[in-house]
């Protein structure tokens, strides 16, 4: 682990990568949230209802890794559980940046995963980027879904609600969030062009296994690099380059809703012989279902 910083150290960083977040458009008006891990177990975090783009060291409270506020103005960011839920599930991890990059968030409400292997430097450093399905934000319910998906991951999207990204420093934390966003865009103007290609399954998991041995990640990720498909879901070394996974990242179930919702967006799938009476019964039963 890196050793911690001084508490001076980090005040001045996340003064400094709260006011990046702003310029970068990564986060507006209160949005958003920095903390960081302190060398005595405490944690540094930005107060609740501050503006990023005018942060200053009043805006920043010290709290216990229970929550309770210890020093400071104000009260602590109301999304803290969410921030010690990653401090909690990963001890490597020494600062948490949550933000709203507009593109990020557009891609989970059009219904649309950036759980995919697009991007070579992305595959090489984050894996793939998961969408967490949406609970209402500042509560332990939001936290408590963040905390299986953070034991794998560094980078991970919230429906309809931001980014959450981890590092071994500010820095790393916010490198993180802007490749998230970056890809997001990537991606979308892909995708207006026409088409997104998904990297080769066989390419995919030798970047992400180089990626695992080289620059490191979530010690759980670590221990898979040599595995068959190093960390990467089996969608991903399964893929066909298929146009509109769902956000989680999950197969999409070839039944009821689900059928008709990708029939409505996409267009009719590609269908095995064998499965045609089968699928096009689903889709009219759910279309009956759907107008009833």
């Known amino acids: 682990m890196i050793s911690p910083k001084s508490e001076r150290e980090l005040r001045k960083e996340i003064l400094q990568f709260g006011h990046l977040c702003y310029e970068r458009h990564l986060l507006v008006a209160m949005d958003g949230n920095l903390s960081a891990r302190l060398p005595n177990g405490n944690f540094l975090c930005t107060q609740a209802g501050c503006h990023k783009g005018l942060l200053t060291d009043d805006h920043l409270v010290v709290i216990d890794p229970s929550g309770k506020k210890i020093r400071g103005k104000g009260e602590p960011t109301s999304e803290m559980r969410m921030h010690l839920a990653c401090y909690e599930e990963r001890p490597d991890c020494m600062a948490v940046?949550?933000?709203h990059p507009p593109m990020a968030i557009a891609f989970t409400i059009a219904g649309e995963s950036m759980a995919r292997c697009v991007l070579?430097?992305?595959?090489l450093t984050l894996g793939v980027v998961p969408t967490v399905e949406y609970a209402t934000t500042g509560t332990q319910t939001l936290a408590d879904?963040?905390?299986p998906v953070v034991r794998g991951h560094d980078a991970l999207i919230m429906d309809t609600h931001g980014v959450v990204t981890l590092g071994t420093s500010l820095l790393e934390a916010f490198c993180r969030l802007e490749t998230v966003e970056h890809t997001a865009f990537i991606t979308k103007q892909a995708r207006d062009m026409g088409k997104v290609r998904a990297l080769p399954a066989e390419e995919a998991v030798r970047l992400r296994s180089m990626g695992?041995?080289?620059y490191g990640g979530p010690p759980?990720?670590?221990a898979r690099?040599?595995?068959p498909n190093a960390d990467l879901p089996e969608i991903c070394t399964a893929c066909t380059g298929c146009s509109n996974p769902n956000p989680s990242g999950i197969a999409p179930k070839i039944g009821g809703f689900e059928v008709a919702r990708m029939v409505a967006i996409a267009g009719p799938p590609p269908v095995p012989s064998g499965m045609r009476d089968v699928v096009e019964e689903e889709v009219l039963r759910a279309l009956r279902e759907l107008t009833s």
């Open 97 to 99: 940046i949550h933000a």
């Open 120 to 123: 070579p430097e992305v595959v």
């Open 145 to 147: 879904k963040l905390r």
């Open 212 to 214: 695992l041995k080289r």
């Open 220 to 222: 759980e990720a670590v």
């Open 225 to 227: 690099a040599d595995d």
